[in-house]
């Protein structure tokens, strides 16, 4: 069983100004929640027992936020203090956190709900059952996604996911995948996205997926932030 995770809550949230000029993205409201304690709740409900979360962008907001609230499980902050090292980096630079064990990789501006934990532990098992799976990720076909201006990411074949055809990649990431720790021996630290590592799996044909069947609510944009609102899907 899986029991710890990583939040990525370092980002800067651009597209999102004004709203995140002084608000990091991961605090912006969802209901009575936030992005980021929307997520913490979803991964509780997950049987998660730690999680890690990196900061850098309004930093102080995050932590004090974490501090002042009282989840169900161990939360650790790691700082980026100097500069952002991206997802792949900013992982990279946790990495002493989990030990030799799988864990989740999570993206807060994704509206998690409780019918995706069986899409999780679908994709735990495939990761339990093969020694061969580095990486699982959760993946969702752009007709299902509220925001149609997703180009896509990847393709998905027999749980194998693929960039073969650039032009025309019919599949989302979620901002949900499950990874061994093992994948990233090679890579130095520094600053570099977890398209690196995607990459690397992809061409030893090692990348897997699962395919979503929820419809996919993702706050890219202030227009779909207020939309969603408005229409009080959130």
Same mark, same amino acid.
């Given at each position: 069983?899986?029991?710890?995770?990583?939040?990525?809550?370092?980002?800067?949230?651009?597209?999102?100004?004004?709203?995140?000029?002084?608000?990091?993205?991961?605090?912006?409201?969802?209901?009575?929640? +936030?992005?980021?304690?929307?997520?913490?709740?979803?991964?509780?409900? !997950? &049987?998660?027992?730690?999680?890690?979360?990196?900061?850098?962008?309004?930093?102080?907001?995050?932590?004090n936020y974490i501090k002042k609230k009282n989840?169900?499980?161990?939360?650790?902050?790691?700082?980026?203090?100097?500069?952002? @090292?991206? +997802? &792949? &980096?900013?992982?990279?630079?946790?990495?002493?956190?989990?030990?030799? =064990?799988?864990?989740?990789?999570?993206?807060?501006?994704?509206?998690? $709900?409780?019918?995706?934990?069986?899409?999780?532990?679908?994709? =735990? $098992?495939?990761?339990?059952?093969?020694?061969?799976?580095?990486?699982?990720?959760?993946?969702?076909?752009?007709?299902?996604?509220?925001?149609?201006?997703?180009?896509?990411?990847?393709?998905?074949?027999?749980? @194998?996911?693929?960039?073969?055809?650039?032009?025309?990649?019919?599949?989302?990431?979620?901002?949900?995948?499950?990874?061994?720790?093992?994948?990233?021996?090679?890579? =130095?630290?520094?600053?570099?996205?977890?398209?690196?590592?995607?990459?690397? !799996?992809?061409?030893?044909?090692?990348?897997?997926?699962? =395919?979503?069947?929820?419809?996919? @609510?993702?706050?890219?944009?202030?227009?779909?932030?207020?939309?969603?609102?408005?229409?009080?899907?959130?």
């Open positions: 069983m899986i029991k710890k995770a990583m939040i990525l809550a370092a980002g800067f949230g651009k597209r999102l100004n004004p709203l995140t000029v002084d608000c990091p993205k991961p605090l912006l409201k969802v209901d009575d929640e +936030t992005l980021l304690s929307n997520t913490i709740r979803f991964l509780e409900n !997950l &049987g998660i027992e730690q999680v890690v979360i990196n900061v850098h962008y309004l930093r102080k907001k995050i932590i989840f169900n499980l161990i939360v650790n902050i790691v700082e980026e203090k100097n500069v952002i @090292l991206d +997802t &792949g &980096g900013g992982v990279l630079n946790a990495i002493n956190h989990f030990s030799n =064990e799988a864990f989740v990789i999570i993206n807060p501006d994704t509206l998690w $709900n409780l019918n995706y934990v069986s899409e999780f532990k679908l994709m =735990e $098992n495939d990761l339990m059952q093969s020694k061969k799976t580095k990486c699982v990720l959760l993946v969702v076909k752009k007709k299902k996604s509220f925001d149609k201006n997703f180009k896509g990411d990847f393709n998905l074949k027999n749980k @194998l996911i693929d960039r073969n055809n650039e032009n025309d990649l019919e599949f989302i990431y979620t901002g949900l995948q499950i990874i061994k720790p093992e994948v990233f021996n090679d890579l =130095e630290k520094g600053s570099f996205s977890i398209n690196k590592v995607w990459n690397q !799996l992809i061409k030893k044909n090692e990348l897997y997926g699962l =395919e979503s069947n929820i419809d996919f @609510l993702h706050i890219s944009t202030v227009d779909i932030y207020k939309t969603l609102i408005k229409k009080k899907i959130i």
